[in-house]
C-alpha cells in the first residue's frame, strides 16, 4: 500500500506530501503543516474532513493513479506528480537497513540521520521528514530499528544497543559519496530523544536535534502521565501505590507483581479513579482482564531500562542541540524536561529550546482536547533553518524561543 507515499508537486508549483497512517489508510502534509488523515473508499479513492483524524462531512476528495494525484478540497482540484526519489538503500550493522533520501535536484548541504519513535513499524516505510527535509536540500537517512521493517534482529528499546546502531547508521552515511564534507547530525523523535544524546557520545556527529522528547525517564514519563489524568490530587497516594507495583510487572516482563496487583486491585478497582488510570503502561495493566493480561506481556516483552536517567549523556554533548518541546504534551508530559532543559542551559550546554505552547504530541495543534488538522506553524521552518544554520534566527508561529546565549 505504500507505493503512492512520497513527495508530490502540483500544478500551482505547491508541494504535497502523502505518507501511511493506520491501513489502509494515508495522511496528507502540507509545507504550512497542514494535514489529515486520508480514509480509504471501496473505490479506491479517499477522503478527508477538517481535522487531525475526522471523515465525517468530507471536504477533501483524493484520487490515485499510477505516480499522478488529483486532490480537491472545497471544490477546488489540483493535479501533482510524484516526485521520481533519490534514494539509495543501505545495509549497516547487524544487518539492519535504511534509506538515504536525497533532494530531488542538486547537492544536500547537510544531512540528518533519523531515529524513529516508539512504534513497531518501520521507519522507512512510514515517516514523512524523509520527503519533507530533502525539498530544502537536507538529506536524510532513515532506518528500520532491529526487528522491524526490513531489518534483522529481535525488537528492543533498550536505549545503549539503539545508540549503538544509530551510530552505526552515522558512520555509514559518512562513507556516502553524496554527502561527503557536508554538515551530519542526529534527529530522535518522542523515543528517539533519549537515544540521539547517547548516540553523540558514541561517534562524531555536527548536531543532535530532539522532538518532542523527554529529559526525565520512561518511569516517570509513565508516572506523570497517570497523575495528569487523575481527577484530583486526593487519589495521588494509592494512584502511586498502583504505579510501582506495575513498575515491577513492566520491568521484570510480568515475572513479578502481579499477585500485589490483584490484591490493590480487589481493594480500589471499583473506584472510578481506578478505573480511568492512565499512563504508558499502568492504566493498561491495572485494569488488564486475564485475557488481555496475556497480551500486554507479550506486548511489552522487550528490554527497556524504565529507569534510564538521560542527563549524564545530555551534559556530554558538547555538539549544538535543538529540543522542540510540545507545550500541551499529553503522551510526554514535559514539565520536569523543560526544567532540566534550562538548567542544561544556566550550566553552559549549546541547546536551544523551542517550545510550541498549543502543541500536542507529534507537533499537532490542540484546542481543548481536539486535535486540529496541522502541526505547528513554524514547526517544518525550524527544522529547515536549524539543521542549515544551527541557530534561531527568526519567529516560529507562536513558538516560545529560549535559545543559546552566544
Known amino acids: 500500500m505504500y507505493g503512492q507515499s512520497g513527495l508530490y508537486t502540483m500544478d500551482d508549483n505547491s508541494k504535497l506530501i502523502i505518507s501511511p497512517s493506520y491501513k489502509p489508510d494515508f495522511r ?169 544524546p547517547l548516540t553523540a557520545s558514541l561517534t562524531k556527529v555536527d548536531f543532535v536535534i530532539s522532538s518532542y522528547g523527554l529529559a526525565i525517564s520512561p518511569q516517570e514519563e509513565n508516572r506523570q502521565e497517570m497523575i495528569n489524568g487523575l481527577p484530583d490530587t486526593s487519589f495521588l497516594r494509592p494512584a502511586l501505590e498502583v504505579a510501582a507495583v506495575t513498575d515491577r510487572i513492566v520491568k521484570t516482563k510480568f515475572r513479578e507483581g502481579l499477585q500485589e496487583l490483584a490484591v490493590l486491585k480487589s481493594k480500589y478497582g471499583n473506584e472510578e479513579w481506578y478505573k480511568t488510570l492512565n499512563g504508558d503502561y499502568t492504566g493498561l495493566v491495572a485494569n488488564a482482564t486475564e485475557t488481555q493480561m496475556s497480551l500486554y506481556k507479550a506486548m511489552f516483552n522487550f528490554d527497556i531500562d524504565l529507569e534510564y536517567d538521560p542527563m549524564p549523556a545530555l551534559r556530554k ?60 506553524d513554524g514547526y517544518f521552518r525550524l527544522l529547515k533553518d536549524w539543521i542549515l544554520t544551527r541557530k534561531i534566527s527568526r519567529q516560529y508561529g507562536d513558538a516560545i524561543q529560549l535559545p543559546f546565549k552566544r
Open 317 to 376: 554533548v558538547k555538539e549544538p542541540m535543538l529540543w522542540v518541546v510540545a507545550g500541551k504534551d499529553t503522551e510526554a508530559p514535559n514539565t520536569e524536561t523543560i526544567a532540566r532543559l534550562k538548567q542544561l542551559q544556566s550550566e553552559g550546554s549549546h541547546l536551544d529550546l523551542i517550545i510550541f505552547p498549543n502543541a500536542d504530541h507529534g507537533m499537532i495543534e490542540i484546542r481543548g482536547k481536539e486535535l486540529l488538522g496541522k502541526q505547528s
Open 28 to 196: 496528507y502534509r502540507r509545507t504550512d503543516g497542514t494535514s489529515g488523515r486520508l480514509y480509504r473508499q471501496k473505490d479506491s479513492s479517499f477522503i478527508s474532513a477538517p481535522g487531525w483524524a475526522k471523515k465525517e462531512n468530507p471536504n477533501i476528495f483524493v484520487w490515485f493513479k499510477g505516480g499522478d494525484i488529483s486532490f480537491s478540497e472545497n471544490g477546488k482540484v489540483l493535479h501533482g506528480k510524484k516526485a521520481v526519489p533519490r534514494n539509495i538503500p543501505l545495509t549497516f550493522g547487524d544487518s539492519l537497513y535504511g534509506e538515504l533520501f536525497l533532494p530531488v535536484k542538486g547537492s544536500p548541504n547537510a544531512v540528518v540521520v533519523l531515529q524513529f519513535g516508539s512504534g513497531q513499524e518501520s521507519a522507512v516505510a512510514s515517516n514523512y521528514l524523509q520527503y519533507l527535509l530533502p525539498i530544502d536540500n537536507i538529506a536524510v537517512f532513515v532506518f528500520d530499528k532491529r526487528g522491524t521493517g526490513k531489518s534483522a534482529g529481535k525488537y528492543t528499546a533498550d536505549f545503549i544497543t539503539m545508540a549503538k546502531d544509530m551510530a552505526a547508521a552515522v558512520e555509514k552515511i559518512r562513507e556516502q559519496p553524496e554527502v561527503k564534507k557536508i554538515p551530519l547530525g542526529v534527529m530522535g523523535e518522542s523515543q528517539g530523544g533519549w537515544v540521539v
